[in-house]
């Protein structure tokens, strides 16, 4: 007994009906009453389920209410080797197969004309039904393999996408920041990091609870999105931290960039808040390629640069000083080892 590896579960691959739990739906669009019904019994005895067409004119109008899994069409007819190209242009059809049939054996010069207009593949049914019964089970199990294969490749998407953002905001996630931002030095491309944290936060969250808290994230999210520039890119870093990436900008560009950025937050109302304002602190530094430094010394200068906005009453930007060609970032505020975690919401 033959084995249809299409019907087999594939470890790694999300599983995908069986023919036992959906029958495959094909189209069998033919003019002839008499081949129409013949290319029925044909396929419904291997256990597919049909769908007749009187024309192939009419395939586009079934697409309303039913998706085929398999087009069969005469080749001989007019309109056939046309709409093999127009179901390649249709979602629905885009990767259905397309058998073209005749009953008797069709001239090689119209055969390469339909498969050359869209068509996956032709067979003379009259002479040789055993091949076509055959080719329709290959097409169907091809088309399997297609749609496993895509489902498995919109799940890595989704898992990628997942990876990569933070699932209370929506923004970038800590770890993808990182890369931006690596892959910025590494190209010399020149670039500006604004490092901001929410003010009082702590507060918020023991005065309105987390579930406010969380309502102020998403609003500042919400703001920072509006707010970006065509290049721009911004993420949550962690807690109450976000960051905005800004290329090619001035530190006095930078700056005003972190000034609008602040001004918007402040005008924020939170309902969980009752009404009460939100500010942020805004560190900022710019990475010149010509200083040597990585992405953790911009992130650290920044980081001492909002650092030094909070020890200075908060709710203001603060440009770090530029780094030096060949030496190591000269940073406000006690020296730091990776990531700074000063008490900023205290």
């Known amino acids: 007994m033959a084995l249809d590896l299409a019907s087999q579960w594939i470890p790694g691959l999300s599983s995908a009906p069986s023919i036992t739990e959906r029958k495959e739906c094909i189209f069998i669009a033919h003019e002839c009453d008499r081949a129409r019904e013949r ?24 697409l309303s209410s039913e998706n085929p899994d398999l087009i069969l069409m005469n080749i001989a007819s007019e309109t056939s080797l046309e709409l093999c190209g127009e179901l390649r242009m249709i979602d629905a059809t885009r990767d259905v197969p397309i058998v073209l049939v005749s009953e008797d054996v069709a001239v090689q010069e119209l055969v390469a004309h339909g498969l050359l207009a ?9 002479a040789r039904p055993a091949e076509f019964r055959a080719r329709v089970r290959v097409q169907l199990r091809n088309k399997r393999y297609r749609d496993a294969l895509k489902r498995v490749r919109s799940e890595r998407e989704v898992l990628r996408r997942q ?3 933070d699932p209370l905001t929506g923004l970038l996630n800590r770890r993808s920041l990182g890369d931006v931002f690596s892959e910025k030095v590494i190209a010399g491309d ?34 920072l999105r509006r707010g970006m520039r065509s290049g721009d890119f911004c993420g949550r870093y962690g807690g109450e931290e ?4 800004a290329p090619d900008v001035t530190p006095e560009q930078a700056t005003r960039l972190g000034e609008r950025i602040r001004a918007a937050i402040a005008q924020l109302r939170p309902a969980e808040l009752g009404g009460l304002p939100v500010t942020v602190s805004i560190g900022v530094a710019v990475f010149n390629p010509e200083t040597g430094e990585t992405s953790d010394d911009v992130l ?30 000269q940073r406000e505020g006690p020296p730091t080892k990776g990531h700074v975690s000063y008490p900023r919401s205290a």
């Open 300 to 329: 650290e200068r920044a980081d001492a640069a909002l650092y030094t906005a909070k020890m200075s009453g908060r709710d203001q930007v603060v440009l770090a000083a530029p780094c030096q060609p060949s030496n190591r970032p």
């Open 190 to 223: 020149s670039f500006a990091i604004l490092f901001m944290d929410i003010d009082r936060f702590k507060s918020i969250n023991d005065r309105f609870g987390h579930a406010a808290g969380d309502a102020v994230l998403r609003a500042v999210a919400e703001s």
């Open 242 to 245: 976000f960051v905005v990436g």
């Open 118 to 126: 869209g068509a996956d593949d032709y067979v003379s049914v009259g």
């Open 163 to 165: 990876a990569a953002v």
């Open 39 to 62: 290319l029925r019994q044909l396929v419904e005895d291997e256990g597919y389920a049909t769908r007749l067409i009187d024309s192939p004119e009419g395939i586009v109008s079934a």
